[in-house]
């Protein structure tokens, strides 16, 4: 738990005391808009003095003769536990996802003897501690692709490529004088829904975003609109988004497989190279980091979520030209790079999904009982819970608990307190 983030509340000394987290508090989220956050947890240690913790998180305090908060950490995360909270969890106006402490008093948890249950966390702890170390070189190893993508791109600008010239050889110029024409689609009036495979279709800006055309990513044009045929994208063609987001306008593809009847879109352009230009080099120096910041100083627009760039500012970006056999030697040796990281993408891909299966495989085998041996001279969690019952019986049936934020009216408009959230706890 990361207590660095953190805010000043408006509340007194007096009003903050009963919700300051403590050593061993284990705080739940009550509210998220995924369904996979909701109810996630975590326990808090060495915890900076005083930090309350929030109206959109439920504090949970084990009993300590009955759990350890440990146990309560490892078995949250599991498939057992997730499962129950994302089913009761309930949908709110603003469709957010919420659970109540009646959620969490209603959760089924196998509760072994706390002796049983130290032999548990320690053994977790060894597995996982080996488990979490290889899952982070191999998140290490996908942030990492991109990257890798990137620089063999920037060899296609800064000429070291085998069996080429050196930049020194290479004349510096504009995308103008390698484009012949650049040609743009229309906007139409489209369905919501993708088109069928006898109707038109007009592709998204998302099909130009990551890299590779993406010909699912478009929408039904409506029936009876009038198509211009000089609109539809072919195979080989080369295009790039005109109007996208900050980081992604100008993404370009060169077409691979296409369905029929798919049409450019007003926020598409397909360049046209000149004779002797070959696309398989031209769509590597668009794509590469040196021309990606050239676009993105030329974008124009106020709003981050759709930014422009012009034919005239895409017509005047500075690229180095080499020949055309150098051309085809660059585009060839990049494919094979590029076709080489994508190899390796894929091996790190299932590696990391095996390491989650593993993961939810040792907390099933934790908490079946399977993961370490079972001790009959342990004292079960039932006698336990009936002595506590009896000992509580015999002071009157008081039991501890911690303090909650009393009720009171509710106060003014005015008042700074009208802005406080109510506090939520739940103590096993």
């Given at each position: ?5 953190q805010?000043n509340g408006?509340?007194t ?6 919700f300051?987290v ?10 998220n ?5 909701i109810?996630?947890?975590a ?24 759990m350890?908060?440990e146990y309560?950490?490892t ?10 909270i ?21 959760i089924r948890l196998?509760?072994?003897p ?11 702890q ?12 191999l998140?290490r190893?996908?942030?990492l692709?991109p990257e890798l993508?990137?620089a ?26 390698v484009?012949a024409r ?7 009036p489209?369905e ?6 006898n ?5 998204k800006?998302?099909a130009?975003?990551w ?12 029936a009876g609109?009038?198509?211009d045929?000089r ?17 992604h306008?100008?993404?370009?593809v ?37 021309v ?10 106020t709003?981050?979520s759709?930014?422009?760039i012009?034919?005239q ?6 690229i180095?030209?080499p ?7 660059i585009?060839d040796?990049?494919?094979?790079q590029?076709?080489r ?12 999904l095996?390491?989650?299966?593993l993961r ?20 079960p969690v039932?006698a ?29 408009s ?5 802005r406080t ?6 103590e096993?």
């Amino acid at each position: 738990m990361d207590f660095s983030d953190q805010k000043n509340g408006a509340w007194t000394k007096d009003q903050a005391t009963p919700f300051l987290v403590s050593d061993g508090d284990f705080l739940v989220s009550r509210g998220n808009g995924s369904r996979k956050l909701i109810g996630r947890g975590a326990l808090a240690r060495h915890v900076p003095s005083p930090v309350a913790f929030p109206s959109t998180m439920i504090r949970v305090r084990v009993h300590p003769e009955v759990m350890i908060s440990e146990y309560l950490t490892t078995i949250w995360e599991s498939l057992l536990v997730r499962h129950q909270i994302e089913k009761a969890a309930r949908t709110t106006v603003h469709r957010a996802y919420t659970i109540s402490h009646d959620t969490l008093a209603d959760i089924r948890l196998p509760l072994p003897p706390i002796t049983e249950q130290r032999r548990i966390v320690e053994k977790l702890q060894n597995h996982l501690t080996h488990l979490d170390s290889g899952q982070c070189s191999l998140q290490r190893g996908i942030s990492l692709i991109p990257e890798l993508r990137s620089a063999v791109r920037n060899t296609a600008i800064s000429g070291r490529v085998p069996s080429t010239s050196t930049l020194n050889h290479w004349r510096w110029g504009q995308l103008g004088d390698v484009i012949a024409r650049i040609e743009t689609g229309r906007s139409l009036p489209r369905e919501r829904r993708p088109a069928k495979e006898n109707e038109w279709g007009i592709i998204k800006a998302s099909a130009m975003t990551w890299g590779n055309f993406n010909n699912d990513e478009h929408k039904a044009v409506q029936a009876g609109t009038k198509i211009d045929p000089r609109h539809e994208i072919n195979q080989n063609d080369l295009l790039i988004s005109r109007a996208n987001t900050s980081t992604h306008v100008g993404a370009s593809v060169l077409v691979g497989e296409c369905r029929p009847r798919l049409l450019l879109s007003d926020k598409s352009l397909r360049l046209v190279p000149k004779e002797g230009i070959a696309k398989t080099w031209l769509i590597h120096i668009l794509s590469s980091p040196y021309v990606r910041r050239q676009i993105s100083s030329m974008a124009t627009g106020t709003l981050e979520s759709m930014r422009n760039i012009t034919q005239q500012n895409l017509m005047r970006i500075k690229i180095p030209i080499p020949s055309h056999e150098e051309q085809l030697v660059i585009g060839d040796a990049i494919k094979a790079q590029l076709k080489r990281i994508d190899h390796l993408a894929e091996h790190i891909e299932p590696l990391r999904l095996q390491s989650e299966h593993l993961r939810e495989s040792l907390l099933t085998r934790a908490f079946e009982g399977q993961l370490v041996r079972q001790n009959p001279a342990d004292e079960p969690v039932s006698a336990t819970l009936a002595r506590i019952r009896a000992e509580r019986e015999a002071q009157g049936g008081r039991r501890e608990s911690t303090p909650r934020r009393p009720r009171r009216p509710a106060p003014s408009s005015s008042s700074p307190l009208a802005r406080t959230a109510v506090q939520l706890e739940f103590e096993l």
